[in-house]
């Protein structure tokens, strides 16, 4: 017979993976500072770096094996500052707030679809019907489309009063197709750890030549040719189920 010592759940929590979601929290809320000072870049480059340990807390976890209930839950919330709530925010103070009262109910719109579209995705998470494709577009994917576009109009010294009705379309776009049902590929069958075609490696290092020549616009026509490649996929399957 097992004594209650032995029975009861381990305590603690993984500390690895735990610091690099940490870290992404810690930068969603610097980059909302910075967008209450008006330094609108500074704060988009947060969100990437927001971004990139995002992508690695789980990576880690998997591979030292530390995945755990708590740090799931913990990655969930972190994302919905980092890719809901911060980038409504930098938006919303950039542009949207010229528009009153319809400005700040469009950033809350997108960061209730963000909230939405990571409730639908932890529903899912044992779902292994379809792991190739996302079911709408990723937060993460459309948090970069909201940053770069803000960077991008600040690095080019653009009003963003004057770009309000093109900059409220974008954030309303933007946050409907985290919720919709259209198909965006997940990249999850690649294997990093395998080999590759030397042109592969080629098209890597022009695409960090391009991203270190002008960011914020590489960075949007990467995250909206992204955008674009669910619709076109979308219309595609379409067009094919009625052949």
């Given at each position: 017979?097992?004594?209650?010592?032995?029975s009861?759940?381990?305590?603690?929590?993984?500390?690895?993976?735990?610091?690099?979601t940490?870290?992404?929290?810690?930068?969603?809320?610097?980059?909302?500072?910075?967008?209450?000072?008006?330094a609108?870049?500074?704060?988009?480059?947060?969100?990437?770096?927001?971004?990139?340990?995002?992508?690695?807390?789980?990576?880690?976890?998997?591979?030292?094996?530390?995945?755990s209930?708590?740090?799931?839950?913990?990655?969930?919330?972190?994302?919905?500052?980092?890719?809901?709530v911060?980038?409504?925010?930098?938006?919303?103070?950039?542009?949207?707030?010229?528009?009153?009262?319809?400005?700040?109910l469009?950033?809350?719109?997108?960061?209730?679809?963000?909230?939405?579209?990571?409730?639908?995705?932890?529903?899912?998470?044992?779902?292994?019907?379809?792991?190739?494709?996302?079911?709408?577009?990723?937060?993460?994917?459309?948090?970069?489309?909201?940053?770069?576009?803000?960077?991008?109009?600040?690095?080019?010294?653009?009003?963003?009063?004057?770009?309000?009705?093109?900059?409220?379309l974008?954030?309303?776009?933007?946050?409907?197709?985290?919720?919709?049902s259209?198909?965006?590929?997940?990249?999850?069958?690649?294997?990093?750890?395998?080999?590759?075609?030397?042109?592969?490696?080629a098209?890597?290092?022009?695409?960090?030549?391009a991203?270190?020549?002008?960011p914020?616009?590489?960075?949007?026509?990467?995250?909206?040719?992204?955008?674009?490649?669910?619709?076109?996929?979308?219309?595609?399957?379409?067009?094919?189920?009625?052949?």
């Amino acid at each position: 017979m097992k004594s209650k010592e032995n029975s009861q759940k381990p305590r603690g929590i993984f500390l690895l993976p735990n610091l690099f979601t940490t870290a992404a929290l810690f930068a969603a809320f610097y980059s909302i500072v910075a967008a209450m000072k008006g330094a609108f870049d500074v704060a988009a480059i947060a969100i990437f770096i927001a971004m990139v340990a995002d992508s690695l807390d789980g990576r880690i976890a998997r591979l030292t094996k530390t995945q755990s209930d708590f740090g799931a839950e913990y990655d969930s919330l972190s994302d919905m500052v980092a890719f809901g709530v911060a980038p409504a925010l930098i938006v919303y103070k950039w542009s949207l707030h010229s528009l009153g009262k319809t400005g700040w109910l469009i950033a809350f719109i997108y960061t209730a679809t963000t909230a939405l579209r990571l409730a639908r995705f932890n529903t899912k998470l044992g779902d292994t019907t379809n792991k190739r494709y996302f079911q709408g577009i990723p937060s993460p994917a459309a948090a970069a489309v909201i940053a770069s576009l803000v960077w991008m109009g600040y690095d080019n010294m653009v009003d963003g009063e004057v770009v309000r009705i093109f900059i409220a379309l974008m954030t309303l776009i933007t946050g409907g197709l985290m919720v919709s049902s259209i198909p965006y590929h997940s990249f999850k069958e690649i294997d990093l750890k395998g080999r590759v075609p030397f042109m592969v490696g080629a098209i890597v290092v022009l695409i960090y030549v391009a991203i270190s020549i002008d960011p914020p616009l590489i960075i949007f026509l990467i995250s909206f040719g992204y955008v674009l490649s669910g619709i076109v996929l979308a219309l595609w399957n379409l067009y094919q189920a009625r052949r």
